[in-house]
């Protein structure tokens, strides 16, 4: 090979280490750039009532607003036991009525009267532990990772 070969290899090589970079970085963008929701549960002292509530929050971690269309919880940790916090007794959950616009790295929370969900669990013989969803206006459903609130049967007895 002659050194104008090797030049041309070099450029060559310089190319196509670049252009896999920049795909490599627009991928990373894209999946970035969309909206992502955080839901948490955890157990919120009420300072009115002194007593213990369940709080339900979502943070849009994301870049984009998202449409929260259901908020809930699920019983006994199973997914297809849901307890959407719009068909409970009104006065036993306080928060943003839905659907919610969630605006990029927006915070939100419902909070929940644990004696209902200890009472439902109680009643469908299914665990008194919770975790917390949200649906989004894309169908998708977001799942707590971890049910954060001890046991709601204890904390609704507190």
Do not use: C
């Amino acid at each position: 090979m002659n050194g104008e070969q090797w030049a041309t290899l070099a450029i060559a090589l310089v190319g196509a280490i670049t252009g896999v970079l920049a795909l490599t970085a627009q991928i990373w963008s894209y999946v970035g750039s969309g909206p992502r929701i955080r839901v948490t549960v955890s157990a919120a002292l009420s300072t009115l009532s002194d007593s213990w509530l369940i709080s339900l929050d979502a943070t849009n971690v994301g870049r984009l607003p998202v449409e929260v269309l259901e908020v809930g919880l699920l019983l006994g940790l199973e997914k297809d036991k849901r307890v959407p916090v719009h068909a409970m007794p009104s006065g036993t959950w306080h928060g943003e009525a839905l659907p919610f616009r969630l605006l990029d790295g927006a915070q939100v929370s419902w909070i929940i009267d644990p004696a209902v969900i200890a009472t439902a669990a109680a009643k469908h013989h299914l665990s008194p532990k919770v975790r917390g969803y949200i649906r989004t206006g894309t169908g998708k459903r977001v799942y707590s990772k971890r049910a954060n609130v001890a046991d709601s049967q204890v904390l609704g007895s507190s």
